[in-house]
C-alpha cells in the first residue's frame, strides 16, 4: 500500500475487521496525493509490533498517525504513550454499549499523553484532520484544504438540486 | 510496602491519586497475610516501565495482578498484553461520565486478552479476586475464605441489631 | 459435554438462548483440553438448582465457574454469594440498553462477594481468564497460554497480508 | 420494629446504609398503620438469610415484599425467585453510574419472575404501592388511599400559597 | 376481547403498534383464567378518554391495570394520576435511545404516586405481577402461581436436555 | 417546493439524507395549508449559506424555522444565533449513541440563544409546533388544530376497533 | 404575581422546589413586560387542576405555556394533552440518572402532541422562546428581541476584558 | 495575554466560566514558550465574532486553535466551518448529563469538517496536541516535546516515592 515515497501518514488499525470503516482514510490520503501506511496492529494481540511501530514512526518520516479500534479501544493511547507524534483516534462501532465504549476509552486520555478523537466511525475526518496538520507547514496542502473545503461546500449546496421532487416521491410513497 | 516473601500480588494503579481507592485491596492482601507489592505505574506515561514490570511479573512470583486506573483506563489491558497472568481491573471512579468511562475501557477487552473487571472503585473486591484464584491451589487460603464469608454473613446478619432504634430516630430525625 | 474427568470449569449460562455467546467459552476449553461441563441454570427460574450447583461446585471439584447472563443478569452474582471460587461473569447483549443492563448487573458487585466481568457477550475471554487462573498452578497449562499468546500475536501479524488489495478492492468498490 | 400484629409487608434492605432512603417506606406503613418488619438481608453476604426470609414470608404473613439496593442490586430479584408474593424493588443510589446500575439490575427481570421497580430512590412509592396493592381486597385501605391522594392534591394545591412572595425573594435574591 | 365476567385486569397500551408486545400480558391472563379488557388510549392523543378509563376503572371491577407505552411513556402515570388501583407500566422499546426513553419515563414517577415498572418489553412479567397481586387475597390464585413457578423451574432445568448435541453442533457449525 | 405565497415556515436539513426523516415536517405543511420551503443546508460544510439563510429569514418572511441534523447536530443552534425567530431542532437518528449525539447537541444550548428541541426524528412535531406558533395570532390556524386534536383523538380511539380479532391472531400466531 | 394586565405567558412547575430553577423564566418575562402566571401543578398529584388549567388557557389568554418537571416528567406532556398552545418543558435536574429522566421524559413526545424541549434547567431558554413566539406577530416584542440579542453580543465580548488579568491570576493561584 | 510575537495558538472558550478549565492550556504554552492568544467567543451569542475570528485566524499567523465548550458545544465546530486549520476541541463539564452532551456536540462532527476532541476537561491535552502539531515541522519543539515526555515518565516513576508511607498512613486512618 505504502508508495515509494516515505509515507507521512500512518493508518493503523486493531483488527482487519475494521478497515471497512478505515478505508475512508486512505481514500482521503489518496486524493491528497499524501505517502501513508496501513497496518493492522492490535495493541493487545500484538503490543510488541504496536510499539515498535510506535517507537521508530517519527524516525521513520511519519508524522501524523492516524489508529482506528473499537471496544475497549486502547491502541491510539498506547501509541501516544510511545511517541510525540500527534495521534488521532477513530472509535470503531461494535454491537454493545452503541459505540460509546470506544469513544470514551480514546477519547478521555489522562494529562500528559493527548490522543485526538474524531467521531464514532469518523475515519474520514481523521484523515483530513492528519492533512490539515500536514498543511501546517505545507502552503500548497493548505491550497488543497481550501479546494476541497469549497467543494464541500458546493456539494452541499447542489444537494438542494431536484429536491421538490425528492419531497413529492417521499410525500407520494408515504401517501400511496 | 513489599514483604520479606516474595510477593504472589502486584497492586498496580496509573496514579498516586487513585490510592484512596487502591488502599482496601492492601487491606485484604494484609488480612489473608499475602505478600504483595504496590506500584504507580502509568500506562500513558510510563509505558516503558508498565511493560516492564507486566513482563516480567511471573517470572518475579508475581501470580495476580489487580490494576486500578480512572479515565481511558488502560492500565489493565496494556499489562494483560504483556503477560498471561490473570489480571484484575479497578475501574476508578472520575469526575465525568459517572465512571462509565474507565467501567468500558477495562471490560471491553478485545478476544483473547482477558481483564477482569470488578464495580467502579471495587479493590476490595478486586483483592478478594486475587485471593480466590491464589485459593484454588491453596487450601489454608480456601479455609480462609470461608470463614471470611462466614464472618461477612455474620456482619450482615448483625447489622439488623439495634435496628429499630435506628429507625425510630430516623423518623422523628424526619418529622420534628 | 463433561469428559470422564471431572470437570475444572463450570460453564453456566441462564438460558439456552445464551448458547450461541457462551460456546466459545466451551470452545476455549476444548482447545486447552481441559474438563468441563456446561449447564442451563436460571438464578430466578432455578434458584434452588442454581444454588446447589453453587454451594457443591467446590466439592465436585470445579476451580473456576463461568456464568454469563443477559436483563438483569443476576446468575453470576448468586453463584458468587454461595461459594469462594473464582466467578467470571459474561454480560449477553439484549435487546434493549445496548448491553448495560447485563454489564452494571454482573459488574457491580458490592464488597465481599466479588465477581470478575468480561466484555458483553465476552464468552471467549472467560474461558482464557479461567485458563488463566488455573495455569497460576499449572505450569504445563500456563506454558500452553504463553503459546497460544504467541499464536494470537502471529494471527494479528497475518492479518496484514494481502492488505492492500483488500484496501485497493474496497476503495473500487466503493468509487464505483 | 414489627409491632404485635402480624407484619403484612416485609421492608427488606441490602445494608443498613440503604436505611436513611428506605426509612420513607417504614413512614407510610406507619402512617397507614399497617404491620410491617423491617430486615437487613444481603442477598449476596447473607444468601441462606435471605432465601430463608423469602421462602417462608407468605406462611409468616407477609403479603408485599419490599427490597431496596443498590449497586449490581440483585437483592429484589433473588427474593422473587424463591416467592410468589409481589416484590417491590427500590433502587438506591450509589456514586457511580448516575443510579443506572441498581435500576437496571431491579428492573431487567426475566420473563417468568417479575419485580416491581420504583423510582432510584423511591422508598415511599414502594411502600405506597404495597398499600395499593393490600388494598385491592381491603375497601377500608381503599379509602384511606383515596384519602390520601386527596390530601396530595390538596397539597400540592397549596403550594401556591405565597408563591408570589417566594418568588419576587429569589429576584431580589439573584438581582442584588 | 373482554370476557362475561366483568375484566380484573385493565391491559392498555399507548398505541396498537405496542400490541406485539403487550399481547403477552393477554396471554398470561388467559393461562391464568382471570377476567381482562384490552384497550388502547393514548395519554396524549386520548387524554379525555385515558382519564376516563382511569377514574372508573375501580368502579368498573377493574383490580389491577397494566400499561405499556413507548417513547416519552407518560401512560402508566397518568393512568395512576386519577386512580389508587396497583399501576403497572411496561416500557416498550423504540427506535432511540436503547430504551431509556420509555424505562426513565415511567419508572421515575414521583412521591406519593407510585408505578410498578417492569422490564422494557416486559408485559409477560407485568401481567404475572398482576395475578400476584390478585392472588394477595386469592388462594386459589395463589395456588397456581405456585404451580406455574413449578412449571418454570422444570422448563428451565429441562433445557438442559441435549445440551451436549447442542453444542456440538453450534462447535462443528463454526468451526466449518 | 416553495409555493406561490412566501413561505412562513422554512425547512432545513444538514443533508439530503435527511429528507426521508424531515419529510414529515412537509406533510403537516401541506396538511395545514402553510407555504413552506425546504433547503439542506449545512451547518459545517455550507456555513455561509446556513448563515445567510438565518440572518435574512425574519425579512424574507419566515416566521419559524425548523432544521433536522444529526451526530453532533448544529445545524439548529447555528440558525438560532443568527435570528430571533423561533428555531425548532429536530435530532435525526444516526447509527451510533442511539440518538443522544443529536440530542444533546441540539437540547443543551446555553442561556441567552434557546431552540426548541423534539424528539428523535420527530419531525413531524415539529411542524405542528410550528404551526401552534402561527396559530397564536391566526385564528383559522388555531381552529384547525382543534380540529386536528380532535381527529388525533378519533384515530386514536378507533384503534379499538377489531383489537379483540387483532390479539387472536397474535395468540394464535404465537401458539402454533 | 399575575399582573393587572391579562397573562399571557403560563409558567408551571411541578413542585415548589423547582422554584428556584423555574424563577429565570419570570426573570425573561419581567425583563420583556410580558404579563404572565405562575402555578405550581402537579401532573399526578393534581391531575385535575393541571388538566383545568390546560383546557381552558387559551380562552384566558394565555398564548404559550412554559412547564417545569423533575423525574418523569410527565407534565408538559400532559398540559400538551388538553391544550393547541404551544407548551415548551423544561427538565429539572434531578438526583440521578444525571437529568436524562426528565430530559427524555419530555422530549420523547408521540408523534401528533408536540412538546418544545429546553435544555436541562434551561427556563431562561423557555421564556426566551416563549417571547420569540409571541413576537411572531408582535413587532415591538420582535425589536426588543434584536435588542436582547445585541446586549447578549456585547456581553459576550465584553468577558474579554480583564481576561489577561484573570489569567495570571489563575496561573499563579495553580503554580503557588 | 498575546506575547510580543503574533501568536501560534488561538485559545477560545464559550464563556469566561470555562476559564479554570482552559487556563490549563494556557500554562503548557507558557511551559512551552509558544506564542498564543486567549478569547472569549460564544458561537451562539457572538457568531459573528467567532466566524471573523475563524476565517481570519490563519491570515493572522495562528496555526492551531483550540476551543472549549460546555453544553450544545458547538464552538469548535462552527470554528471548523470557518477554517482550515486544525482545530482541538474540549469538552466543559457541565452540571447535567455527566458531560456527554459537551463530548458528543464536540466529537460527533460530520465527514469534511473535522474536530479533534480530547477528553472532558482535556485543556492541557489540547494544549500539548497543539504543540506536537506545531512539532512536525519545529525540530525545536519535537525535542522539546521529547524532553517533556521523560519529565513525565520521571514525575509517573517519582509517585512511588514514599508510596509505603502513604499506605500505612491511609490504612491505620481507615482502621482507628
Redesign the interface.
Known sequence: ?SKVRPPRIGIIM???SD??VM??A??IC?DFNIPYT????????????T?RFAASA?KNGI??IIAGA???A?LP??I???T???V?GVPV??????????????????????????????A???A??AV???????TAL?RQ??E??KR??K???D??RN??A??TH??NH?TT
Open positions: 500500500m486493531g483488527s482487519d478497515l471497512p478505508v475512508a486512505v481514500k489518496e496501513v497496518k493492522v496492529l492490535s495493541a493487545h494481540r500484538n503490543a510488541e509490533g510499539k517519527q508524522q501524523v473499537g471496544g475497549a486502547h493511547g498506547v501516544a504513550s510511545y510525540t507524534l500527534p488521532i462501532l461494535g454491537k454493545a454499549t452503541a459505540g460509546l465504549d470506544a469513544l470514551l476509552s480514546i477519547v478521555q486520555m489522562p494529562p500528559g499523553v493527548p490522543v485526538a478523537a474524531t467521531a464514532i466511525n469518523g474520514k475526518n481523521a483530513l484532520l490539515q496538520i500536514l498543511a501546517v507547514s505545507d493548505a484544504l481550501l476541497y473545503k464541500l461546500q456539494q452541499s449546496r444537494k438542494n429536491l421538490a425528492k419531497i417521499l410525500l408515504e
